[in-house]
């Protein structure tokens, strides 16, 4: 699958734990500070992968897709004839139009992550690991400072 109209951005340092198991396209720019905050976001999931015992191996992998309002445009590959690929699609602009702040656009990239890494498709449920890793970054916090509960 070939992923149209990538532009050249700053991007995350990825840990060797994630190499293969990571990738970012970008359609729209990612700025220095929100290609940090996902560089702190995967080494805080390495962390606690690592607290848990999870076997990199078993992870299914994930590209990121950085856009400006949340639209892509996808083509197949001249020989296929079927794809399947896990996406994490951010609209960068929107976190920008609102002002958010660091604490709110990693816990928007953990969210995301998590439920590929832990295999979680309950919202609910994604929220309170993504306060498992979130503490690794703001530790002394509580969940509801991340999240209405």
């Given at each position: 699958m070939?992923?149209?109209?990538?532009?050249?951005?700053?991007?995350?340092?990825?840990?060797?734990?994630?190499?293969?198991?990571?990738?970012?396209?970008?359609?729209?720019?990612?700025?220095?500070?929100?290609?940090?905050?996902?560089?702190?976001?995967?080494?805080?999931?390495?962390?606690?992968?690592?607290?848990?015992?999870?076997?990199?191996?078993?992870?299914?992998?994930?590209?990121?897709?950085?856009?400006?309002?949340?639209?892509?445009?996808?083509?197949?590959?001249?020989?296929?004839?079927?794809?399947?690929?896990?996406l994490a699609v951010y609209a960068v602009k929107r976190w920008r139009d609102l002002k958010f702040e660091e604490s709110q656009i990693i816990t928007i990239i953990l969210e995301e992550l998590c439920h590929q890494y832990w295999n979680i498709e309950d919202e609910t449920e994604v929220q309170y690991k993504v306060y498992d890793v979130l503490k690794w970054i703001f530790p002394n916090t509580r969940i509801e400072q991340f999240y209405n509960m």
């Open positions: 070939i992923l149209k109209n990538l532009v050249p951005s700053k991007v995350p340092v990825v840990p060797d734990e994630l190499k293969d198991k990571f990738e970012i396209f970008t359609a729209y720019a990612l700025n220095d500070n929100e290609a940090k905050y996902f560089s702190i976001a995967l080494q805080a999931i390495v962390k606690q992968l690592n607290c848990e015992h999870k076997k990199y191996s078993d992870l299914m992998g994930i590209t990121a897709v950085i856009t400006e309002e949340g639209s892509l445009l996808l083509q197949m590959e001249d020989e296929s004839i079927g794809n399947q690929f896990c």
